[in-house]
């Protein structure tokens, strides 16, 4: 045989050899497409069904709270503050049931406690602390008030929510000093505080201090203040009505709130226990 024959039955073999790798390749592409997606399937089922799964999820009670704003939270936290009316006898914000409930707004406390994003029961005190120092660097009040102590004063985490829609909720912690110091010396101390659970701002106070109503500015106050919670600027209360308060000493302002709502503010000053104070109603 020549070197032609020999060369034409090699370059045969090779084309045999390529047919049939080709045909055996185009038959696996075939059977993976049709078995492939189905035991793929099948190997994802076991792997979820086989194993317990566990995923974090916000409580049934509040459900997630919406990013709000300062003006949003605040006017949420004065219709609750409004009325302080707990809903049932020793309900809290986990087994809250809102269908239950005959108003719009709640206050309610937090049994369940910091959720991790809030501040927490250990922090609390210091938090005060560094809240009324920021006021004192404002001069919303006077360098003399002093720091609250964890033995002197009680703290209790509360949910305000906005019952039509339990997502618009906002957590605060109230200090109060405690039933214990009834008869000891208040001058200069803080009698009750609201304290936003997730930025430490002071929303309302009630403190004693050596000033009279006349050394103070309501105007300055309220502006310094709007400043420091990252509020809208204040607006004069045109309805001032002297029968409003217990007191003939005080001045209101009024906040841009959610919709149509506002939120109104009060300066005031109790004439004889010295106390100064700042609260906000609807």
């Not at 709640?106 to 609390?124: C, K, L, M, W, Y």
């Not at 305000?160 to 912690?173: G, K, Q």
Request: hydrophobic share 35%; charged share 25%; glycine share 10%.
């Amino acid at each position: 045989m020549g070197v032609k024959g020999m060369g034409e039955r090699r370059k045969g073999k090779s084309a045999g050899s390529f047919n049939l790798l080709f045909v055996i390749g185009a038959g696996l592409v075939m059977a993976l497409s049709v078995w492939g997606p189905e035991a793929l399937a099948e190997y994802k089922d076991r792997e979820i069904l086989d194993a317990v799964h566990t995923e974090t999820t916000e409580a049934a009670g509040e459900g997630y709270r919406y990013i709000l704003s300062a003006n949003e939270k605040l006017y949420i936290l004065s219709q609750c503050l409004n009325s302080q009316t707990l809903p049932g006898n020793g309900q809290d914000s986990q087994n809250l049931n809102y269908q239950e409930l005959g108003g719009t707004y709640a206050f309610v406390v937090n049994h369940r406690g910091p959720s991790g994003r809030e501040i927490t029961d250990e922090q609390i005190y210091e938090t005060a602390n560094k809240g009324l120092e920021d006021l004192k660097e404002l001069g919303i009040l006077p360098e003399t008030v002093k720091e609250v102590t964890q033995d002197s004063y009680n703290a209790v985490l509360y949910s305000a929510i906005d019952v039509l829609e339990p997502r618009n909720n906002v957590a605060v912690w109230k200090v109060s000093l405690s039933d214990s110091q009834k008869n000891a010396d208040k001058a200069n101390r803080l009698i009750d505080v609201y304290i936003d659970a997730d930025e430490g701002k002071i929303y309302e106070f009630y403190v004693r201090t050596p000033l009279k109503w006349e050394d103070m500015e309501p105007d300055a106050i309220a502006y310094k203040w709007s400043g420091y919670m990252g509020l809208s600027e204040p607006a004069p209360y045109d309805l001032d009505n002297p029968l409003l308060e217990t007191t003939p000493y005080f001045k209101k302002y009024t906040f841009a709130g959610m919709g149509e709502g506002q939120t109104v503010m009060t300066i005031g000053f109790y004439e004889g226990i010295n106390e100064l104070f700042l609260k906000i109603s609807k």
